[in-house]
């Protein structure tokens, strides 16, 4: 059963169209992560489904419940749907504790004195509670953010590239807990990111927009496996191209290294990664560069290589 739908969303500025007949159903509790670059549209569809920005055409839907847009709500946005985005705003003067209790001024003093505690204490930040948000860090304020936006337990969270300002190892951090605290309180989330790393700590079911279109979609076995597009497959690893043949593309750890035939190269770079080397490689014929991964650690600068590619996995793609 579809609990948060959002259908045939279409949105023009002036006569760009950012977002076209994007069509997307969650069940309660669902993940998903649509991946997109920087233009692709993703913050727009988020501030639709929010109900903060006014579509085109197309409609959003919570357990069967039009969403109205401004153009027909007088204060927009809903408590039940809450978006977070990178640049969040905290109440300056007032301290942590106080910044995830305005949200619940309405709400009965015990249960918001417990709830704020939990929340304190799911995101690590009880220690900090009484400091003001310049008294944090970037990481620690976007726990606060996001303990705000979770005060009033919404059905629906939407997260747009709320991470960006995090570094690699806080973020992950950051994603593993939250991912179980919302996994908790069943919430339904959609993440917006362009870095495929990141959906993957949240989520396996993964939704490609390019110009406003989903391009692709599916799990992240299904999407490495069988990628449509060039800009699909490179989420997951570069891919060189083959010299003869179109639009025909070999991962590098889909090389196998011989001791003759195949395409003959020579090892111009190295690089250590924790389960393997990779190696650049200039083909003798032509002169292109290919990544090529030595799981055995065996080549070095200079080596002559024979590279046999296995034909099954050939990746055929568009631009
Ligand atoms: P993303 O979040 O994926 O970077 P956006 O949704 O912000 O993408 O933008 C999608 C496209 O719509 C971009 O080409 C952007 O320039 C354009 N756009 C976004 N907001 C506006 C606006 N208020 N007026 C005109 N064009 C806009
Ligand atoms: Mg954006």
Known sequence: MSYFSLRALTKSYDSHTALQEFNLELSKGEFVSIIGESGSGKSTLLRIAAGLLTQSSGEVLLDGKKIENPAEKLVPGYDEIKLIHQDYQLFPNTTVEENIT??????????????????????GLTPYKDRLPKQLSGGQQQKVAIA????VEPEVLLLDEPFSHLDAIQKRKLIQELK?????????VIFVTHDLDDALWLTDSLVVLQKGKITQKGNSKALCEHPKSKYVA????SINAL???????????DIRIRTRGGFVGHVVDQRFLVHYNTLQVRLREGGQLWEVDDPARKYQIGDRVYLHIQEEKVLLLKS
């Open 102 to 123: 305005r949200p619940l001024l309405n709400y009965e003093e015990g249960y918001r004195k417990q709830r704020v505690a939990h929340l304190l204490d799911r995101l």
């Open 148 to 151: 705000q936006a979770l005060a």
């Open 180 to 188: 179980e605290l919302l996994q908790e309180m069943d919430t339904t």
């Open 234 to 237: 490179r989420l997951f690893s």
């Open 243 to 253: 010299p003869d043949r179109e639009q025909a593309y070999i991962r590098p750890a």
